[in-house]
């Protein structure tokens, strides 16, 4: 065998293995894989069921003094700071409700474990009774605060955080069964009330037909949102059909209020009487215009409904204090009426402790009566001296 043929022989031996060598030593450059977060399930399926709304306005003030920007009518009752119904600068920063009789309160207070548990406590005269802790709440929740009770004594709104919140405080809703004095198991309120932040005080003005909801989200440290809305007389959920995925993802999240409004016509109707209650609140929190409210004949021809109305400063000063008497009278009526309720259903030692408060009030009562009845005399007679 020549070198030549040798040469080419080897060549064509070594050339592919040379080749393949090569091949070996390129690299392969391996894209990076981007995992994409995935969300809660209970948050989706919660998002595709998100309660229709609308949502007339909403505030953003100091966590601390939020509770006054819920206007309520007196026939829905009162909340209030702990610590400004309790009195005590020691008692917690979340609030009460004080139902329209002012003789049932519903608050949250530290329990062993320093964890928000719910209480009740009743007024028994001039007393309040022993708080009793809520019962029936506590599965799926550890802690639950920020109470409020429909005036049917039955519904009841409270914030609570555990298993079965999506982000710190959910609102949840559930009912009172009379029968074994507990409550059913509370149920998610569901979005646009709920979210990843914390939601609290979910308060209904039923008179007035409006309702508040108070949220962290999207808000700085120390601060919070309420919102103002008409409540639903049923629930009704957005037709996915009509709206894209973005579009119902903002109506969840309450991107911008002004896509709930609609035509704005049950907007505008609902601010009216948003306002109404605004005025009727500022009256009644005014010593000077709180009693200028209750109508009073003064002869065949004059009715007066005000203060303001009359002529005579004695006929003035004695209408005042008329229409706080009065107002009194029916406070205690009511609180009479409870307890007698309440002798009906107590045991031996109830009905011993509740019989001395009746007998009391009924006496209250005869002599206010009576007095309101001079008051009346007292007032006319004066107004007519002076416009006759």
């Not at 009793?132 to 929740?141: A, M, Y």
């Not at 999506?166 to 198991?185: A, Q, V």
């Not at 005025?279 to 203060?307: C, F, G, Q, V, W």
């Amino acid at each position: 065998m020549t070198i030549k043929k040798i040469s080419i022989l080897a060549l064509a031996i070594f050339l592919p293995l040379s080749m393949g060598a090569q091949k070996k030593k390129k690299r392969v450059v391996k894209k990076p894989v981007i995992e994409v977060p995935q969300e809660d399930p209970r948050i989706t399926n919660m998002r595709e069921m998100t309660q229709q709304i609308i949502i007339i306005d909403s505030i953003v003030t100091d966590k601390k003094q939020f509770l006054t920007h819920l206007k309520l009518s007196n026939e829905t009752g009162r909340v209030m700071t702990t610590r400004s119904f309790f009195g005590n600068d020691k008692a917690d920063s979340t609030s009460i409700f004080l139902n329209e009789m002012g003789n049932k309160v519903y608050f949250s207070q530290p329990d062993a474990n320093n964890l928000q548990q719910l209480y009740t406590s009743d007024k028994l005269g001039n007393e309040w009774s022993q708080p009793q802790r809520l019962e029936g709440l506590s599965e799926g929740i550890s802690e639950a605060a920020y109470p409020f009770m429909l005036t049917d004594g039955i519904t009841f709104y409270f914030a609570g955080k555990g298993e079965e919140s999506i982000g710190g405080y959910d609102i949840f809703f559930t009912r009172y069964n009379s029968h074994n004095g507990s409550f059913l198991k509370p149920e998610n309120l569901g979005m646009p009330f709920n979210s990843e932040a914390n939601d609290y005080m979910y308060a209904i003005d039923e008179l007035n037909h409006i309702g508040y909801f108070a949220s962290d989200r999207r808000q700085p440290e120390g601060k919070v949102c309420i919102y103002v809305f008409i409540p639903s007389e049923s629930r009704r959920t957005y037709d996915s059909a009509l709206y894209t995925e973005q579009q119902l993802r903002n109506l969840s999240d309450i991107s911008s209020i002004a896509d709930t409004w609609g035509n704005g016509a049950e907007r505008k109707a609902a601010i009216a009487r948003w306002k109404q209650i605004g005025i009727a609140k500022a009256d009644r929190d005014n010593p000077k215009t709180s009693a200028t409210h209750m109508e009073l004949i003064i002869n065949d021809a004059l009715t007066y409904s005000s203060a303001n109305d009359f002529k005579s400063t004695e006929a003035a000063r004695h209408y005042r204090q008329l229409v706080a008497d009065r107002q009194k009278l029916e406070k205690m009526t009511t609180e009479l009426a409870a307890n007698r309720d309440m002798y009906a259903k107590a045991d031996k030692a109830g009905k011993q402790r509740l019989e001395g408060l009746i007998l009391k009030a009924e006496e209250e009562v005869k002599l206010l009566n009576y007095r309101i009845k001079q008051l009346e005399n007292q007032t006319r007679n004066a107004e007519i001296k002076v416009i006759n």
